[in-house]
């Protein structure tokens, strides 16, 4: 009975069938390996929960399936916003598929879901993505479970038409300023429709999107609430960009309804004009490419940090990207489009295309820039960094109560007492995470020598 509720529990999650996954995932009942010797199709399911480049990978698994010759054959399935939910039920109702995307990578190691990849790996990939690995990021212990891919690139995007009809000049690149350009759009535009600011704010993700990238940039001990150095949580960090967007909110410079705003509806409305600027990744140049096509005219600028300085670094967000899943009966298959993925063919069109950022050396040094419009502000910059893995995600699965994007979430619309927010948040986060490091969940400690501006210069050194 339990079996049966995970079941219809899952299918309801994914909003498909879930019969084609690994524990099903042969054709036919003649046995087949992975070099189909024996005329049966060897199926692999692939899990991704990204849209903006769905059409292009799509396309990419077809060749895949006519092309190999291993007789295997990939059904990709593009996952909505519940996508970390639908993987734990598909791995406890043991239904997870073979290859899946990887947005957590500590916390799907400690529960089993992904097999290492050292073994499968040529000495001649393992050459290519040496300087690329990151610990606790791809690897732990030796053992490699993912490669990198591509990074998100974080970004304040705008509309040039609307900045020039509000009489601003330039982008903001303080917070001040900011808040500032957002009710003087919202003055001359809103009875258009028009509006300063937007996030998606039906979620935590609409505060993070937001602060966790001008965080970055403002301070040089952390982000994702974690300070590197004292090794403990610190949301003290958010304060004055938690404000600002109170105060966008009380001056009435957000889209109306931005508290039920996933991205997707937002981006379709910046493709209308409707919207002044938002802060968002290096996905946008393929979104306004292909999912809202879209003829304003629009750019993208670095973050603005709280009081204009760059002390830290912008985070760029990646390292990790697909895996095996520890469950799959057809890793060896598996392993075939996963080399098939990280090849250098198919990584210099991804970048060449402007899909992402390229964090592969042998990407990046071709000399090839993509030519997509929109995606020369998002080329990497100095300021631009991978940050040392944190344990924030891994925290906030023991964690009692509220989260913080989505405390600061609460905050923005209704308002309150910012400071005690603040204190109740560090006093729950470091609870969390003293338990998990006497657990020996996470071996991430303190690092006094920590400084974020150290970071930068590693992926470019263009200023």
């Known amino acids: 009975m339990v079996k049966k509720w995970i079941i219809l529990t899952l299918s309801a999650v994914l909003a498909l069938s879930l019969g084609g996954c690994s524990s099903d995932s042969s054709n036919n009942d003649a046995p087949a390996d992975s070099k189909g010797t024996t005329g049966a199709k060897t199926k692999i399911i692939y899990w991704t929960p990204d849209r903006h480049d769905a059409d292009f990978m799509k396309a990419k698994v077809d060749k895949f399936n006519q092309t190999n010759r291993d007789n295997i054959e990939v059904e990709m399935n593009v996952m909505g916003d519940n ?5 734990d039920i598909s791995f406890a109702s043991k239904q997870a598929p073979d290859v899946l995307q990887i947005n957590d990578f500590q916390t799907y190691y400690k529960k089993g879901y992904l097999a290492p990849i050292n073994s499968y790996m040529s000495d001649e990939m393992k050459a290519t993505f040496k300087d690329s690995l990151i610990e606790n990021k791809n690897t732990i212990d030796g053992k490699i479970f993912t490669l990198p891919n591509t990074g998100q690139i974080w970004r304040l995007i705008y509309n040039k038409d609307i900045f020039k009809k509000a009489g601003i000049a330039t982008p903001p690149t ?11 759009i919202t003055e001359v535009g809103k009875s258009e429709g028009i509006y300063g600011f937007a996030s998606p704010f039906k979620s935590g993700n609409g505060f993070w999107r937001a602060a966790n990238t001008i965080a970055g940039v403002s301070n040089n001990t952390g ?24 105060q966008m909110k009380e001056d009435g410079s957000m889209l109306p309804g931005v508290e039920n ?31 809202f096509p879209t003829t304003e005219n629009w750019g993208a600028v670095p973050v ?3 009081d204009g300085t760059i002390k830290g670094a912008s985070q760029i967000i990646g390292g990790s990207y697909i895996g095996i899943s520890a469950d799959s009966a057809h890793k060896e298959a598996a392993w075939k489009f996963l080399e098939y993925v990280y090849s250098k063919e198919l990584q210099s069109e991804y970048y060449e295309k402007g899909y992402g950022i390229s964090l592969i050396p042998a990407v990046l040094n071709s000399g090839k820039k993509p030519s997509i419009p929109g995606i020369e502000g998002f080329l990497p910059k100095r300021v631009d960094a991978i940050y040392p893995a944190n344990p924030s995600i891994i925290t906030e699965s023991s964690l009692e109560g509220m989260k913080w994007a989505e405390a ?13 927010i603040i ?5 729950r986060y470091n609870t969390s995470l003293e338990k998990l490091r006497a657990a ?10 920590f400084d974020a501006a150290k970071l930068q210069g590693k992926l470019s050194t263009e200023e």
């Open 423 to 427: 204190k109740d948040l560090d006093t």
């Open 174 to 184: 303080t917070l001040a300023e900011m808040v500032v350009a957002a009710k003087k």
């Open 304 to 306: 603005p940090s709280i």
């Open 83 to 87: 996508y970390p939910q639908a993987v």
């Open 440 to 449: 020996g969940t996470t071996n991430i400690v303190a690092d006094p020598n």
């Open 223 to 246: 982000i994702d609430g974690y300070n590197y150095k004292t090794g403990q949580f610190d949301f003290g960090m958010y304060k004055d960009i938690a404000l600002a967007l109170r």
């Open 408 to 420: 600061f979430n609460v905050f923005v619309f209704t308002g309150g007492d910012v400071d005690a």
């Open 261 to 291: 705003l996933d991205i997707d509806p937002l981006r379709a409305q910046f493709a209308q004009g409707k919207i002044g600027m938002y802060i968002n990744h290096s996905a946008e140049p393929g979104v306004y490419k292909d999912q």
